[in-house]
């Protein structure tokens, strides 16, 4: 007798515990429930988004610092270069320039009177 007691009662629990679980999760599945535990992603997804964007903003300012340091951008600026590195400067845009005109002189080949359209299909 008592055999048969302790199993009903087992089985008994196991049927609540098993109806508590089923209506649970039926619960969870509701589209209001769907609904909500979306937005809490998307929320959390947002927050996470804007720390990985602060966190790189941050790098950046940092590795431009270290930059600025190294190739000693943030010393005070004076009304003028450096002589070395005015000419470098200098020469450096009148090698550009001259490259430029030299790779961009077509002169050549076409009319001056006709404008090259470069987004024509040829």
């Known amino acids: 007798m008592f055999r048969r007691t302790f199993w009903f009662t087992a089985g008994a629990a196991a049927g609540v515990w ?10 969870q599945l509701t ?28 790098g950046m300012a940092q590795r431009e610092s270290e930059l600025g340091e190294v190739l000693g951008l943030d010393a005070p600026a004076g009304p003028e270069l450096p002589a070395n590195r ?3 400067v200098e ?25 090259h ?3 024509e299909d040829h």
């Open 91 to 115: 020469a450096r845009a009148d090698r550009r320039s001259d490259e430029y005109r030299q790779d961009h002189d077509h002169s050549d080949r076409f009319n001056s009177r006709t404008p």
């Open 86 to 88: 005015r000419l470098a």
């Open 31 to 58: 589209p209001e429930s769907l609904a909500a535990q979306a937005a809490n992603k998307a929320v959390d997804a947002g927050h996470r988004l804007k720390d990985f964007a602060l966190d790189v903003r941050a």
């Open 18 to 27: 098993a109806t508590t679980k089923v209506h649970t999760k039926l619960r």
């Open 117 to 119: 359209n470069r987004n």
